[in-house]
Nanobody, 126 residues
Framework: VQLVESGGGLVQAGGSLRLSCVASGLTFSIYTMGWFRQAPGMEREFVAAMWSNGGNPVYGDSVKGRFAVSRDNVKSTVYLQMNTLKPEDTAVYFC????????????????????WGQGTQVTVSS
């Protein structure tokens, strides 16, 4: 299984970026997909997640209203549209996947994500 993120870079505060994560080696359409981020010296933080069918997107409190997750099951790709970026959004962004069922409202908890990408750096300058 491979998850490969792209789209990171350097952007000024208030700008936008769109991250992509292409998956291979798995049946993408049955996997819950998530985005997490980790800033230097900080713990990894939940950003967004989406069900396998594209429903029920959820977001971390710090990105609600600014970020949007989407997916294309034909292209085996999940996206993260990031708008109104702030310096505190600076981090390495990771996509992750799991196919665990029966976990109820815990479905987007980090502990359930089995496969992870290598990450893409996002830097927001003030």
């Amino acid at each position: 299984v491979q998850l490969v993120e792209s789209g990171g870079g350097l952007v000024q505060a208030g700008g936008s970026l769109r991250l992509s994560c292409v998956a291979s080696g798995l049946t993408f359409s049955i996997y819950t997909m998530g985005w997490f981020r980790q800033a230097p010296g900080m713990e990894r933080e939940f950003v967004a997640a989406m069900w396998s069918n594209g429903g029920n997107p959820v977001y971390g409190d710090s990105v609600k209203g600014r970020f949007a997750v989407s997916r294309d099951n034909v292209k085996s790709t999940v996206y993260l549209q990031m708008n109104t970026l702030k310096p505190e959004d600076t981090a390495v962004y990771f996509c992750a996947a799991h196919a665990t069922t029966g976990i109820g409202s815990s479905w987007y908890r980090e502990e359930f994500f089995r496969f992870w990408g290598q990450g893409t750096q996002v830097t927001v300058s003030s």
